[in-house]
């Protein structure tokens, strides 16, 4: 995605939002999670990914894209990229999560909104609050509102 103004306050957004989700995946072996990004299981990460976001969000906000990549180096802990598509109500969120041995991070790739606004800052608001709502427990005063 070409980087606007508004890219680096929106990636903070969502990434709070799905950190308890990448905390879940962060769980899984970085082995297995490359064995199926290797053999194409794509079936098999798509349900590991809606098995760790069903305890977070309503079923389908967030879920397993079009792939994914994996670094594996001599002498460098592994690192996982995944492809999300995060779908609360009226706006699409094309992302790559990044697992690492220490830590996550999002990278977005696309955001479409149903409606889109034409004052961008209303449209970050939008995101904001409709990720909230897409959660099973709301985080009143959380930082999302941000």
């Known amino acids: 995605m070409k980087k606007s103004p508004y890219t680096d306050e929106r990636e903070k ?5 799905i950190s308890p989700v990448a905390s879940e995946l962060r ?3 970085a ?10 299981f794509y079936s ?12 977070y969000f309503h079923p ?15 002498g460098e802990m592994p ?5 999300l ?5 009226d706006v699409t969120i094309y992302a790559k999560l990044s697992l690492g041995d220490r830590q996550a991070g999002l990278e977005i790739n696309h955001i479409a909104f149903e409606k889109p606004s034409a004052d961008p800052h209303e449209n970050t608001a939008f995101l ?9 427990i709301k985080q009143h005063g959380s930082p999302v509102h941000g």
């Open 13 to 17: 957004i969502v990434a709070r939002a």
């Open 44 to 55: 098999s990460l798509s349900d590991l990914v809606a098995s760790a976001a069903e305890l």
């Open 60 to 74: 389908g906000t967030v879920i397993f894209g079009a792939g994914g990549e994996y670094r594996l180096d001599w």
């Open 79 to 83: 690192e996982v990229s995944l492809d």
């Open 31 to 40: 082995a297995d999670l490359i064995a199926l990004l290797r053999f194409e």
């Open 85 to 89: 598509e995060i779908r609360p109500k």
């Open 27 to 29: 769980l899984l072996d």
């Open 128 to 136: 904001a609050q409709a990720l909230e709502e897409s959660r099973f």
